[in-house]
């Protein structure tokens, strides 16, 4: 099975920076690269499907780019509600196998 | 706008059995993919399994770590889909999660609040 990796796992940035996290698949999934936001004690929202689908109603700040192996988050102006925990998520061809998320703090 | 509802959670044994529900409106229920999720306790986001639609064949695919102890199946009739829990383990624990439609092109995927599942003797 293909297996995701995140990095970093956690980070701390500042009101106004430009975020990015990565993720990387074990294997090329051309496009098949999913973005959850998860805060604690609410189910994950999907910001990004397909690398780069931007979801109906996600702020502008949230970007995706990436294909085959290897993905991006941006976040282009951290804002204090973008306090989550992200995931990528490999979709496609089953497993649909999460990474191991990361932490972003303010 | 889609809502998704979990319910069935509760504390049960180890080994013992349990089936969680999945109530879903605002889209086509039977036109869709269901997925199920959890999350254990200090843990990440973990994949559990999807069941395509009718028109699919309503099949199933599954995580190493359930299968053949996990099934999921539906019934459109009543846009719910379920997931039968068999011979539950301490490592089970987490709260489950629903998303529905589980087919990220529509746009209109949604999680459910989740529904907490304990099991401890």
């Known amino acids: 099975d293909i297996q995701m990796t995140q990095s970093p796992s956690s980070l701390s940035a500042s009101v106004g920076d430009r975020v990015t996290i990565a993720c990387r698949a074990s294997?090329?999934?051309?496009?098949?690269l999913a973005w959850y936001q998860h805060k604690a004690g609410k189910p994950p929202m999907l910001l990004i499907s397909?690398?780069?689908t931007l979801q109906s109603g996600v702020p502008s700040r949230f970007s995706g780019s990436g294909s085959g192996a290897d993905f991006i988050l941006t976040i282009s102006s951290l804002q204090p509600e973008d306090v989550a925990t992200y995931y990528c998520?490999?979709?496609?061809?089953?497993?649909?196998?999460f990474g191991p998320g990361t932490k972003l703090e303010i | 706008e889609v809502q998704v509802v979990e319910s069935g959670g509760k504390l049960v044994q180890p080994g013992r059995s349990l089936r969680l529900s999945c109530s879903a409106s605002g889209f086509t229920f039977a036109a869709y993919p269901v997925g199920w999720f959890r999350q254990a306790p200090g843990q990440g986001l973990e994949w559990i399994g999807f069941i395509s639609s009718r028109s699919q064949g309503e099949t199933t695919e599954y995580a190493a770590s359930v299968k053949g102890r996990f099934t999921i199946s539906r019934d459109d009739s009543r846009s719910v889909a379920y997931l039968q829990m068999n011979s539950l383990q301490t490592e089970d624990t987490a709260v489950y999660y629903c998303?529905?439609?589980?087919?990220?092109?529509?746009?209109?995927?949604?999680w459910g609040q989740g529904t907490l599942v304990t099991v401890s003797s």
């Open positions: 998520q490999k979709h496609g061809a089953a497993p649909h196998t």
């Open positions: 998303a529905a439609p589980y087919y990220y092109a529509s746009g209109l995927t949604a």
């Open positions: 294997q090329g999934i051309t496009n098949n």
């Open positions: 397909s690398a780069s």
